[in-house]
């Protein structure tokens, strides 16, 4: 069965690092998605992408954050400089239909980031 | 914006039995999605169920069925036959024209022997 494949599966850093966590989503699959989920809370929604650009951002998706797809295949969430409160599982995920409506969201296994 | 509320933080059922669980979203939209997922320790998400608005029909996948309430905008997820590996964190989620899953806050299911 396709997977979306996550690396690191944990990762971590200094206050201040940057940190790429990758994201290879479903071959086939259009939308992207990154969420987060602190330790203990909900799973709350980051950013999609759609077409090579960003469709929906959270308030929680500020300039510390960016996306990119640089070579077709994988799929990066970049946090410029860590914080504390950044410590959390990210977990992408992909889905195949396109704008008119909706499939299923196949999430990765995540990576935990932990921020020291 | 759309909201989903799961009420029991935690639930417990004896394996071989029959547990439900709650789940309520708030929304104006009449065409979404909505889903059930599970989180066992490994902390993966994974699709139990997935129900479509237009749908009057309750989505069924094997021992997992959902109660589908569109008037009330309700959502439960009924579990038969209990297993051992069923125990883990569920979420309620949302998809709407917003094209992002809401999720709601979870419901820790403990499996007792």
């Known amino acids: 069965e396709p997977e979306v494949t996550q690396t690191p599966s944990h990762q971590v850093t200094q206050m201040g690092q940057e940190v790429i966590l990758r994201c290879v989503p479903i071959s086939n699959h259009l939308y992207f998605y990154w969420y987060r989920q602190i330790l203990g809370q909900k799973v709350e929604f980051l950013v999609s992408?759609?077409?090579?650009?960003?469709?929906?951002k959270s308030e929680i998706f500020d300039d510390q954050f960016s996306v990119e797809r640089p070579d077709g295949s994988n799929f990066t969430l970049k946090i410029r400089s860590t914080k504390l409160e950044d410590s959390a599982m990210y977990f992408c995920?992909?889905?195949?239909?396109?704008?008119?409506?909706?499939?299923?969201?196949?999430f990765g296994a995540g990576s935990r980031l932990t921020v020291l | 914006a759309q909201t989903v509320t799961q009420s029991q933080p935690e639930m417990s059922v004896q394996e071989a039995e029959t547990v439900t669980l709650s789940c309520t979203y708030d929304t104006s939209e009449s065409d979404y999605y909505l889903f059930w997922y599970k989180q066992p320790p490994s902390r993966q998400m994974i699709l139990v169920i997935r129900q479509e608005a237009y749908k009057q029909q309750n989505a069924t996948e094997n021992r997992f069925s959902v109660n589908f309430q569109k008037a009330a905008k309700s959502f439960s997820l009924k579990i038969s036959d209990s297993q051992l590996g069923d125990a883990a964190m569920y979420f309620c989620?949302?998809?709407?024209?917003?094209?992002?899953?809401?999720f709601g806050s979870g419901t820790q299911l403990t499996v007792l022997p």
């Open positions: 992408f759609y077409n090579n650009e960003i469709s929906e």
């Open positions: 989620a949302y998809f709407g024209s917003a094209r992002q899953l809401t």
């Open positions: 995920a992909s889905d195949d239909r396109g704008p008119s409506g909706a499939n299923v969201l196949t």
